[in-house]
């Protein structure tokens, strides 16, 4: 019997930050003490009273299958929380809840895209981005930014990388990786090119909105023109420490979030019934009740600047959101570091993993080959070690 793969599978780049990871633990199999900065997961415990309301949905015999677009309860706690942290109306039948913001992404993808539509990533652009676009037969687009402007796209850009094909532009803020956020101006800078461009859809990611610095943030489906075109999809991983729990959702237009039910009915049917009991839990809680954790991430945002500071070589922004740093490091391209030739982002990111024994992640994964994303979500202790074995490796 041939062992054929398909080549949908086949095409399907692997997910860099994954297999990062995923080197790290072998590496660490083998006694190799690896200090993980490449996974964007939060290190805190999930919150008590969300754990107590998972407790209670156990106790109460939550234990059949849930509604394939979620609870109704817990649409309606979706739809205020839209509105008093967003300031966006939805109606339950716009929300449907997904196993993770990444589900809730590639619903609205595989609902919208046709083979051969273009879909405009703005990079740098989360990895599974690109790969999602390409199961649904679209084409991704990069449009690139840098360092020299802060991650960000003018309208210019925009205008500049749209064609008779585009279908849709992905945007994300604050950004992962580089820890961007796009302020409201430039938002409705960007959203007065789309306005020339009614068949163009938004996707906009906004997991990270709560973890920011100053900035506040803006939802892009808040633009009046924009609200009837634009996919707002969230989640309760990244703000809530509840990564393993599988909780995402969208606000949309009605006819779309039918369209991701029926996907989703097809694919995986409803999220798990006690995770979607603690959800309503989490985003019922005023935002003060997780102060303590973007407290800490700030903390440690500084503690970790200041520290790369002191590398030669490293260029640096600072990140108004989410918990990364960025930097350029293409001061090394070309060098030969303790006699391996390091050529691009992906041979530094590997030569700090097997000399510094720390893990980070190659930009070229998020369209900016130029950087490594390193992870603030660690302990203070970890990042003080880590940033002193890679100024040690890299001396």
Known sequence: MSKQLSTRITNLPASATLAMAAKARELKQQGIDIIGLSLGEPDFNTPEFIKEAAIKAVQDNYNSYTPVDGYLDLKEAICRK???????????????????????????????????????????????????????????????????????????????????????????????????????????????????????????????????????????????????????????????????????????????????????????????????????????APVEQIRYMIDEFASRRELILDLLSTINGFKLNQPKGAFYVFPDVSHYFGKTIKGKKIENASDFALYLLEEAHVATVTGEAFGCPNNIRISYAASTKEIVEAIKRIKEALA
């Not at 960000?152 to 580089?178: F, G, Y």
């Not at 009046?224 to 599988?246: C, H, L, P, Q």
Request: hydrophobic share 40%; proline share 5%; net charge negative.
């Open 82 to 284: 839209f509105k008093r942290d967003n300031h966006i109306n939805y109606q339950p039948s716009q929300i449907v809840v997904s196993t993770g913001a990444k589900q809730s992404i590639a619903n609205a993808i595989q609902v919208l895209v046709d083979p051969g539509d273009d879909v405009l990533l703005v990079a740098p652009y989360w990895v599974s981005y690109a790969a999602i676009v390409m199961l649904a037969e679209g084409n991704p687009i990069e449009i690139y930014s840098d360092i020299e402007t802060d991650f960000k796209i003018t309208p210019q850009q925009l205008e500049a990388a749209i064609t008779p094909k585009t279908k849709m532009v992905v945007i994300n803020s604050p950004n992962n990786p580089s820890g961007s956020v796009y302020t409201e101006a430039e938002y409705r800078a960007l959203a007065t090119v789309l306005e020339k461009h009614p068949d163009i859809y938004i996707l906009s990611d906004e997991i990270y909105e709560h973890i920011n610095y100053g900035v506040p943030h803006f939802s892009f489906a808040c633009i009046e023109s924009m609200y009837d075109r634009t996919i707002t999809v969230n989640g309760v991983a990244k703000a809530f420490a509840m990564t393993g729990w599988r909780v995402g959702y969208i606000g949309a237009p009605d006819w779309i979030a039918k369209a991701c039910t029926k996907m989703q009915g097809q694919i995986t049917s409803g999220t798990n019934c006690i995770a979607q009991r603690a959800t309503i839990a989490a985003l019922d």
